[in-house]
């Protein structure tokens, strides 16, 4: 892509103007049944496991049907549906001003409500209610996580406050700001990003230029990905068309970190289609790596084995390649970080093993 | 301060230049002893826990003077005399060409050299021993730790790779990189720091202006502060002469962020000349704030009340403002954290609480 499209309107205009009306809405819809004397009540779908399916044709979680309404004539539902009217008013102020709070912060001024919250749980829950009923995320609503998101390296230029490149920021790039959705994408010169879990593998691939060499976008994922980075990457992917190639440890837990990107999680089913990135691949530390690396190695844990025979169960390791990869480690029984090809030399990963991924991936392609 | 001063040599060059020679001297010791026909040996200070004091003067923990004396002419030393050299040479590399590894890419690497370490532990013990032996710290001998530092927003222009300002970099601002001895302070246009524990009260403070209101840079420090966050602390501290002051959760935990910051810890005695900054001021939430302010409070847990015991015994703490706060506290068996100012509304914080602060603080000078 030369140049990012400009709409008429922003990204972060659109978001705000979608998630503000729906916001309305709920409320007129509660008034308008009192102007019709009927007693206001709300579907809330059902976020129950029994209700969280993984959707074969979207590859990834989804909630099912199931709902329930909470109704002002159900004496045991009154305070929740309050509760909830409560928070979305609070909501709605805060994306009108275009302000975030955390949902720490949400619950500590709910003190000030006529119907205050018992703890933060409570709060917390009717957050994730209003959010699945409005179909939005809770970043949209403006309750911000704690945790920001991913360092990002590489040729993107963005618009967050104020217009940056990702490869013009010093060392450690710019950070995905924990309420992506208001930054918009201004221009991209890279053809690729590629993810790694641990800022020393970034650190490595900043300093060995891969970049440069790759054409690519830099993101260091700090372990599990943080919900803005996994709406940045699904961003970037769908929005710029930039496969996303993700690199992680080489052990169980590595493995569903890249899964995690790439099909969502099934507590965020409800959120999964700005969460996921179906096309993301990951590309190691996979066991085949280990044994053609020769790389240095950790014997499997107990509960390394345990994860795995429960990840070949899960729906989202159905494939080939997942099924492949994850009987080979439990046969060699060896796990290998993905800073261990430094055994070559720092430069070995940048110099050998990614060239060599990328053409794989190529030819599969 | 108006400019930073514009010597002939940047930061980063002197940092280098020191540390280069640093490493270079340890080597040549070693062949001049040799080519004297004497038997090579090191001084290696002692970082056993009696041999770490507190400095009354300095303000924080130092090393005294004990050390041990590592030897080739003892069958027992050569081993680790001999991983020592193999670091520093790796170290000696990294530094000449401006490239820093991961104590964990080290390990990996040493795996090349016929002197290879038993597990991580025995290799990060040897970095160690360099850091403590030279004067340095890690950073400068280019092995750098995993994670990034905090997150600072503000107008200090700083030459990180690029120039860039810490205003404009997008609402997470900039992130301190790793390795911060390698960027120069080259403008700043504040007039003291403020530093939360939180990222979400950063964003808060970010949201409502307080750079702009209080003339300040705000630190997010994520919890813990990382070495990074603590050297570049300091270093803004002396270098630019701003006032640092500290806000954190009111409980021991994050007491001890806000000491740890400004005393250093004992484990790094060695390096505390260049992470501590004794005159940081701890400003809240302090157990006065929670009664003046009446603040939503959770009950201290039997872990805290053991924890605020510990710390009024603790020398860093010795100090009226600490005893007096640790009694009120365990007194009204309560915590508070730094969000539940907004139990007053979002905006209380900047609007009240943090003038007031200050205009303490400026009273108290």
């Not at 009717?126 to 179909?135: C, M, N, R």
């Not at 996303?244 to 899964?259: E, K, L, S």
Request: charge should be neutral; proline fraction near 3%.
């Amino acid at each position: 892509m030369a140049k990012a499209k400009k709409e008429e309107k922003s990204h972060k205009e659109l978001r705000k103007e979608y998630t503000y009306n729906k916001l309305k809405g709920l409320g007129q819809e509660i008034i308008e049944e009192i102007e019709k004397n009927k007693v206001p009540n709300l579907k809330v779908p059902s976020r129950g496991t029994g209700n969280i399916v993984y959707d074969d044709a979207k590859r990834y979680y989804v909630l099912g049907d199931r709902y329930g309404r909470r109704s002002l004539g159900n004496v045991k539902q009154i305070r929740k549906l309050g509760q909830m009217v409560y928070v979305a008013n609070f909501c709605k102020d805060l994306v009108a001003r275009e302000k975030t709070a955390t949902i720490r912060e949400m619950y500590y001024v709910s003190e000030g409500w006529g119907i205050s919250f018992k703890n933060q749980q409570e709060s917390n829950i009717v957050g994730e209610d209003l959010e699945v009923t409005l179909g939005t995320t809770r970043e949209d609503l403006g309750l911000m996580p704690e945790e920001d998101g991913a360092s990002v390296y590489g040729d993107l230029t963005l618009f967050d406050e104020v217009e940056v490149n990702a490869s013009k920021m010093g060392k450690s790039g710019y950070t995905i700001s924990p309420t992506i959705d208001q930054v918009d994408f201004l221009d991209c010169n890279v053809d690729k990003v590629l993810a790694v879990e641990t800022m020393g593998m970034f650190h490595r691939l900043v300093q060995e230029n891969a970049h440069k060499r790759f054409n690519c976008l830099i993101v260091g994922l700090k372990g599990q990905a943080a919900r803005a980075t996994r709406r940045f990457i699904k961003r970037v992917n769908t929005e710029l068309d930039l496969p996303v190639y993700i690199c992680n440890d080489g052990d169980p837990w590595g493995f569903h970190i890249a899964q995690v990107i790439i099909s969502g999680s099934a507590k965020l089913a409800h959120v999964n289609h700005d969460l996921a990135t179906p096309d993301a691949k990951f590309i190691g530390v996979t066991a085949s790596d280990i044994i053609n690396y020769d790389l240095p190695t950790d014997k499997l844990k107990d509960v390394d084995v345990l994860r795995l025979k429960e990840l070949s169960k899960d729906p989202r390791y159905k494939g080939d390649f997942w099924q492949t990869e994850i009987k080979k480690m439990l046969k060699i029984g060896k796990k290998a970080e993905q800073q261990s090809f430094s055994k070559y030399g720092l430069e070995y990963v940048v110099d050998t093993y990614f060239p060599a991924k990328f053409e794989e991936m190529e030819n599969q392609a």
